[in-house]
């Protein structure tokens, strides 16, 4: 069991930042962020580890969010961050962080999750 924390959302205004932070209870080789407004389905933002074909590190962010929002880690804290500008009003969501299969968008884990409100 790899228990979640995502902290950082907060309500900006369009075009402002924020950093989501999420800190796992141990070590995960592959996490991301997906986001969800009520009603809708789940939608892949980022995410970031391993592949099948490089041992390093690497990270894909969805295009409805590319050249804003930036995927990190910080695997001696068990953290990855979501740098989250120019946001728009569409940005608007539930943040989850989730530990991921590394070769899918397969959630083996959610945290609780931390709301993102962009007004206009």
């Known amino acids: 069991q790899v228990q979640l924390m995502e902290s950082g959302g907060g309500s900006v205004q369009a075009g402002g930042s924020l950093r989501l932070s999420c800190t796992a209870s141990?070590?995960?080789?592959?996490m991301g962020w997906f986001r969800q407004v009520p009603g809708k389905e789940r939608e892949k933002v980022a995410r970031i580890g391993t592949s099948e074909i490089t041992p390093v590190p690497v990270t894909a962010v969805a295009d409805s969010v590319k050249g804003r929002f930036t995927i990190s880690r910080e695997n001696a804290k068990n953290t990855v961050y979501l740098q989250m500008n120019s946001l728009k009003v569409e940005d608007s969501a539930m943040y989850y962080c989730?530990?991921?299969?590394?070769?899918?968008?397969?959630?083996?884990?959610w945290g609780q999750g931390t709301q993102v409100t962009v007004s206009s």
């Open positions: 989730a530990v991921l299969n590394c070769g899918s968008w397969n959630i083996y884990y």
């Open positions: 141990q070590y995960v080789q592959c």
